[in-house]
């Protein structure tokens, strides 16, 4: 996602609140809400609908019925679905909230891919069987992967967020650091309120607009919602047909592989360069295999993977778990644009499956850096001359490189890790 980190999708979002990876991108998720830096969907681009922040609510309010009829919403549909509307403070709290600890990636992968979860997964798989047995022949996205969606969202389906979807953009539309993103959102809300899937009572979601049983925003919504039961409406509240598909539909049209899986973990050769472990340094399959990365039990990879383009993974370091992450991984991540969300959805749907989990262990003594540690390690890096770009406290890319140049200069493996460890040794 991206827009900005933080719009996630689900209202559960509370969930997920690490994202490891840093936030994106710059538009927002597709679906919604997390809270945490956890992203969305980075493919898709804000609206283009114009900016207006000035002067008080009610003459914001005014202002931008203008801009909504520019965008074709009728007058009458703005009206009654602004009507009686006043900002909700709340939502602006959440937005301007920035946690000062995160969860370690393990923390939040044990309590997504859980056994009660992996349970109530093959359940329900089993109980939808012909459902997604149709959504899997339509859109050539598998059950488990689809399943364990659903389930990350919004428990499949118990946890979707209450509150109206055109006072939580109205709010964030009016004030605060997302007003673009707000803005887009309520103009896409205002139309589906206008194509009349839903009614303005039913249109429910998160705090930042992620609504239905697989958190769609509701830009996200017009363009890859489905009515896969066929009633008329596409109702990803209530239908979990509907909400299946919908993902089905927004993963196909992102580019996914049927058939193809989203990884492996594996294990390096001696004296792997720890600097080519970046999702930005990809290769084929093949010409990892040829550097002697193998799966963690040893085997090869398959035949129709050769040619695959694949990135190592180390969520935690080289002490921690490797990972070879291919197409389909890149995939769930447009969902959401954070390592420990990607990582999460494919070992639950690899759970779900009956394959087998993480062999290495995480390296549950360390813990993450904080908020102010993060930018105190960004400052050491500049002071250091390399160049970790702002100081904002998220690790993304140049921060990586940065980290990985300082760790070479001192002898230690290049892995772009940023721990405490590191940080004590900067700041000697
Ligand atoms: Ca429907």
New binding site residues.
């Given amino acids: 996602m991206r827009a900005t980190g933080k719009f996630g999708r689900m209202a559960v979002t509370c969930l997920l609140a690490v994202s490891l990876a840093g936030c994106a991108g710059a538009t927002p998720p597709v679906t919604a809400a997390q809270t945490a830096p956890a992203a969305a969907p980075a493919s898709e681009p804000p609206a283009a609908v114009p900016v207006i922040n000035e002067g008080d609510y009610q003459s914001w309010k005014a202002k931008f019925r203008d801009v909504a009829i520019s965008q074709g919403i009728r007058p009458e549909i703005y009206d009654a679905a602004l009507a009686g509307i006043e900002p909700d403070p709340s939502i602006l709290a959440a937005d301007s909230a920035q946690p000062e600890f995160n969860r370690p990636i393990w923390v939040y992968i044990d309590r997504i891919v859980s056994p009660d979860r992996i349970a109530t997964g093959r359940q329900l798989i089993e109980a939808n069987k012909e459902l997604l047995d149709r959504i899997e022949q339509r859109y050539g996205v598998d059950r488990y992967t689809l399943v364990a969606i659903w389930g990350i969202e919004s428990g499949f389906g118990r946890v979707m967020g209450r509150k109206s979807v055109v006072r939580s953009l109205a709010s964030l539309s009016y004030q605060g650091r997302r007003v673009a993103y707000g803005q887009s959102q309520l103009i896409a809300a205002l139309e589906i309120l206008q194509h009349g899937d839903v009614t303005r009572d039913g249109l429910v979601g998160s705090w930042a607009g992620a609504m239905g049983q697989t958190q769609f925003i509701p830009v996200t919504y017009n363009r890859y919602a489905a009515?896969?039961?066929?009633?008329g409406?596409?109702?990803v509240w209530q239908?979990t047909a509907?909400a299946l598909a919908s993902t089905a539909n927004y993963l196909k049209m992102s580019g996914w592989e049927t058939g193809g899986r989203w990884g492996y973990e594996v294990r390096l050769p001696k004296g792997f360069d720890y600097a080519q472990a970046d999702p930005a340094s990809r290769k084929t399959v093949r010409e990892w295999a040829a550097l002697g990365v193998r799966q963690i039990n040893g085997d090869g990879f398959g035949v129709k993977e050769q040619n695959a383009p694949a990135a190592i993974l180390l969520p935690a370091g080289y002490r921690g778990p490797t990972f070879i992450v291919l197409n389909n991984y890149r995939m769930i991540l447009t969902y959401n644009n954070s390592t420990s969300y990607g990582l999460a959805v494919s070992l639950l749907a690899d759970a779900m499956r009956g394959r087998p989990g993480i062999v290495a262990s995480w390296p549950r003594g360390d813990r993450p850096l904080s908020l102010s540690e993060r930018i105190a390690l960004q400052t050491r890096l500049a002071a250091k001359g390399y160049n970790p770009g702002q100081a904002d406290g998220i690790l993304g890319a140049n921060t990586r490189k940065a980290v990985r140049a300082y760790q070479q200069s001192i002898g230690l493996p290049a892995d772009g890790y940023a721990d405490s460890d590191l940080l004590d040794r900067i700041q000697q």
């Avoid at 009515?227 to 009633?231: A, I, N, Q, T, V």
């Fill in positions: 009515d896969f039961d066929g009633d409406r596409r109702d239908s509907d």
